[in-house]
T-cell receptor, first 114, second 115 residues
């Protein structure tokens, strides 16, 4: 069985401040890990994914995440928040081999304060 | 290249009515998926398909049926809608299995309300 825990359903940051969205996972096999972004009234868009290659993964829009096996974490960061980053972010985990096996977290809404 | 499209965008049904949601993709993807998104629960997989003519159950299949008669289309049916099926429905597609080079693409969603 696998699961994902996103700490904080709502996160607020000031424009220009560090963005840190937390994700912890559990998986009985080496996982694939994903971060998705969802803008209002839109579908999910892949930000980045970890598939057992480099532990520091760089994604679109300046986001990156680090896979830490010892901490079972895959936190999402961005050095400087922009107003356009305001959205909902989902962490997801899958045993390697199939999107049909992906488990999504409940999401974190990011508010960026001007 | 439209990606993944969904029809309709919004729908209101009365309990017991039926409807079909259409998903279409123009990326020649083999795999297609239907999810529902409810507040505080993330996305949950309803049904999926690994190719034309195939379907399989996901995490929450009860009350739904699907068909994949054409590779580019994946239909989600509600035979007798219930208020518990009020949700936002997302379709997605992927070339194949999750890998370093494959990505799952999502449609814009269908917001369904069952009264």
């Amino acid at each position: 069985a696998q699961s994902v825990t996103q700490l904080g359903s709502h996160v607020s940051v000031s424009e220009g401040a560090l963005v840190l969205l937390r994700c912890n996972y559990s998986s009985s096999v080496p996982p694939y890990l994903f971060w998705y972004v969802q803008y209002p009234n839109q579908g999910l868009q892949l930000l980045l994914k970890y598939t057992s290659a480099a532990t520091l993964v760089k994604g679109i829009n300046g986001f990156e995440a680090e896979f830490k096996k010892s901490e079972t974490s895959f936190h999402l960061t961005k050095p400087s928040a922009h107003m356009s980053d305001a959205a909902e972010y989902f962490c997801a985990v899958s045993p390697s081999g199939g999107y049909q096996k992906v488990t999504f977290g409940i999401g974190t809404k990011l508010q960026v304060i001007p | 290249n439209a990606g993944v499209t969904q029809t309709p965008k919004f729908r209101v049904l009365k309990t017991g009515q039926s409807m079909t949601l259409l998903c279409a993709q123009d990326m020649n993807h083999e795999y297609m998926y239907w999810y529902r998104q409810d507040p505080g629960m993330g996305l949950r997989l309803i049904h999926y398909s690994v190719g034309e003519g195939t379907t399989a159950k996901g995490e929450v299949p009860d009350g739904y049926n699907v068909s994949r008669l054409k590779k580019q289309n994946f239909l989600l049916g509600l035979e007798s809608a219930a208020p518990s099926q009020t949700s936002v429905y997302f379709c997605a597609s992927s070339l194949g299995l999750a890998s370093s080079t494959d990505t799952q693409y999502f449609g814009p969603g269908t917001r369904l309300t069952v009264l």
